[in-house]
């Protein structure tokens, strides 16, 4: 089955630290790789994705995710994390063109 | 301003009474998609629609309806409701799917007693 998947349920960093949000995905096909974020009572906002090409891609509001084909990983990272960024982060996969798979969700706490 | 709207955004109801859950989008979007979010599940999707009157079960199907009459709308119909559909639903729209960005509603906080 084609499926996403995030390890940790939550992450906890000070603010100012880096931060790594982790996914893996099914070896099945090649997928297009999503990341996903969600504020409180909010809908889900798209960070970046990973098509083809550089493995390292940057995003929206500082975030940037290393595609990692022999791992079948997808983290997602932040160099210098804010209070501002916590949130539920979802990682996604798209296999074909009526499904996107997504993981769990991890939810990030930033720590003044 | 693009946007997926849903409504309402809250809304406690009993067990049996039909009830209906909007969702508009003004992209032009052809692929709209339903999905459900549980604590620890994620996101799952209950159906999926890649034009108007194409639509398609997801994951989760059981004990939802939708229909596709025009674009821009893609409304979610429980029959009848039960607490296991206890839930927060998001509605989506795209320019098909594959490596396009998803647009996301804000959610609909639904409580079935």
């Known amino acids: 089955a084609q499926s996403v998947a995030q390890p940790e349920d939550q992450v906890n960093v000070a603010e100012g630290n880096p931060l790594t949000v982790k996914c893996t995905y099914s070896v099945s096909g090649n997928p297009y790789l999503f990341w996903y974020v969600q504020y409180p009572n909010r809908g889900l906002q798209f960070l970046l994705k990973y098509i083809t090409g550089d493995n390292l891609v940057k995003g929206s509001y500082g975030f940037e995710a290393e595609f990692n084909k022999s791992q079948t990983s997808f983290h997602l990272k932040k160099p210098s994390a804010l209070v501002s960024d916590s949130a539920l982060y979802f990682c996604a996969a798209s296999y074909n063109d009526y499904k996107l798979s997504f993981g769990a969700g991890t939810t990030v706490t930033v720590r003044a | 301003e693009a946007q997926v709207t849903q409504n309402p955004r809250y809304l406690i109801t009993v067990t049996g009474k039909k009830l209906t859950v909007t969702c508009s989008q003004n992209?032009?979007?052809?692929?709209m998609s339903w999905y459900r979010q549980d604590p620890g599940l994620g996101l799952r999707q209950i159906y999926y629609?890649?034009?108007?009157?194409?639509?398609d079960k997801g994951d989760v199907p059981e004990g939802y309806k939708v229909s596709r009459k025009e674009k821009r709308n893609f409304p979610l119909i429980l029959e009848s409701p039960s607490p296991n559909q206890t839930s927060l639903y998001f509605c989506?729209?795209?320019f098909g799917l594959g490596k396009n960005i998803q647009y996301f509603g804000a959610g609909t906080r639904l409580s079935v007693l």
């Open positions: 992209m032009n979007h052809e692929y």
């Open positions: 629609s890649m034009n108007v009157e194409v639509t």
């Open positions: 989506a729209s795209s």
